[in-house]
Nanobody, 123 residues
């Protein structure tokens, strides 16, 4: 079955950087769009960035210029490079497998989520 496992979270000071990873298994990884979401305490889960195909990417406005999503299909893994981190970036970050209807402009999530990885930004 589909499994997604995130890693790479941690605690950093404002302005710091982290790289999150999400390893997928149980499906043909390269054929699916993938995304990163985040959920802060008391908030709804929100889309951070997604990638369709090898390199078509889309970012939430707050992520543009600071976060970079990428994928390595040889490792069945997607990444989210976080830089210029702010306290408001504190959240649990989740990866998600996209449905086949996802395209370069629209991401449709499936019900497949990882367990999440905590990112905490504070001084």
């Amino acid at each position: 079955q589909v499994q997604l496992v995130e890693s790479g979270g941690g605690s950093v000071q404002p302005g710091g950087s982290l790289t999150l990873s999400c390893a997928g298994s149980g499906y043909m990884f390269s054929k699916y769009a993938m995304a990163w979401y985040r959920q802060a305490p008391g908030e709804r889960r929100e889309l951070v960035a997604f990638i369709v195909g090898a390199s078509s990417t889309h970012y939430a406005d707050y992520a543009k210029g600071r976060f970079t999503i990428s994928r390595d299909n040889t490792k069945n893994t997607i990444y989210l490079q976080l830089s210029g981190l702010k306290p408001e970036d504190t959240a649990v970050y989740y990866c998600n497998q996209g449905s086949p209807s996802s395209n370069s402009g629209t991401y449709d999530p499936t019900d497949y989520w990882g367990q999440g990885t905590q990112v905490s930004v504070s001084s």
